[in-house]
């Protein structure tokens, strides 16, 4: 996909891998709206790549609607709508099913509904318009696991699912669906400060950091990479791909590996572990 000229929107641009794929777009030539509920954040990332910046709450539907007409009365048609907000709680001191519902409804709005809410409203416009590019930005969680967070896991699984659900339903329809799955990133979500170019070497994640903490900078190139080459999976640890595939060979024997790493990392354990 050709970038320049095009305009996008992205929603927890901000912070994260979110304000870096609005620089990295803004210098491909492409106008950005910037879309998060810290909008004093967001405006100071619009400021600095020319671009519009909306205070947007991703669980909320009508907010995204409405978020979309005013971006395409301003700016023009949308043709990239990056899904990329994303959070993450834990399950707590119990296990996984121990999670409050509130954490789990939230993880589920944020995470998978958020996405389904904005192809709800593109699609259609996409369609008439001959095409456009859908990024939702998910997890290797959703490929894999992310140990000792339930609700993330699933709604992550969700997304993949949903991702791939709108690739075949729409590609024949002009459609490009680019998901990204990445592993640890030097974010706010793992307690890393966003303008941090990495981590202290003595800082130890519970095991997320195994292949390595990517900034955001990184990911957000691999991801405009993904939109230019039109592929569907995007996957900044090329790591991903093997486990994955040996989860697919054999599920039984992932779980049993799974499990002795959590222990290894001191997790909380019953004796059915």
């Keep these: 996909m050709e970038l320049k000229n095009k305009v996008a929107v992205v929603t927890g641009g901000a912070h994260g891998i979110g ?20 909008i004093d954040a ?35 048609p949308i ?17 996984a ?26 699609v259609p416009l996409m369609v008439e318009r001959g095409g456009g590019c859908l990024v939702n930005v998910a997890s290797a969680a959703g490929l894999l696991n992310q140990i000792d967070d339930a609700a993330n896991t699933a709604s992550k699984h969700a997304a993949v699912g949903f991702a791939e659900s709108l690739a075949i339903t729409h590609g024949d329809d002009g459609i490009q669906v680019c998901l990204a799955c990445p592993q640890a990133v030097a974010t706010r979500l793992i307690g890393i400060d966003e303008d941090t ?10 095991g997320i950091d195994i292949d390595g903490i990517l900034s955001s900078e990184y990911v957000a190139d691999c991801i405009l990479g993904g939109i230019q080459d039109e592929r569907f999976l995007v ?24 499990r002795r790493f959590r222990r290894r990392l001191g997790g909380d354990f019953r004796e059915w572990d």
């Excluded at 043709?79 to 296990?95: E, L, P």
């Excluded at 981590?199 to 130890?204: H, K, R």
């Design 19 to 38: 304000r870096a794929l609005c620089r990295a777009l803004h210098i491909e030539g492409v106008q950005v709206a910037v879309a998060d509920l810290d």
């Design 42 to 76: 967001a405006e100071k990332v619009a400021a600095e790549i020319d671009g519009m910046a909306l205070r947007v709450d991703v669980s909320q539907e009508q907010e995204i609607c409405s978020a979309v007409d005013r971006i395409e009365s301003e700016l023009g």
């Design 79 to 95: 043709d990239i709508f990056v899904s990329n907000a994303g959070i993450t709680f834990g399950d707590g001191q119990n296990g």
């Design 97 to 122: 099913a121990s999670a409050p519902d509130e954490h789990w409804r939230a993880s589920l709005d944020v995470n998978l509904m958020a996405h389904v809410y904005a192809a709800r409203v593109m």
């Design 197 to 206: 170019e990495k981590p202290d070497d003595d800082l130890n994640f519970g």
């Design 235 to 258: 996957l900044p640890h090329p790591q991903v791909s093997t486990y994955f595939r040996r989860k697919a060979r054999d599920h039984d024997r992932w779980v049993q590996r799974m």
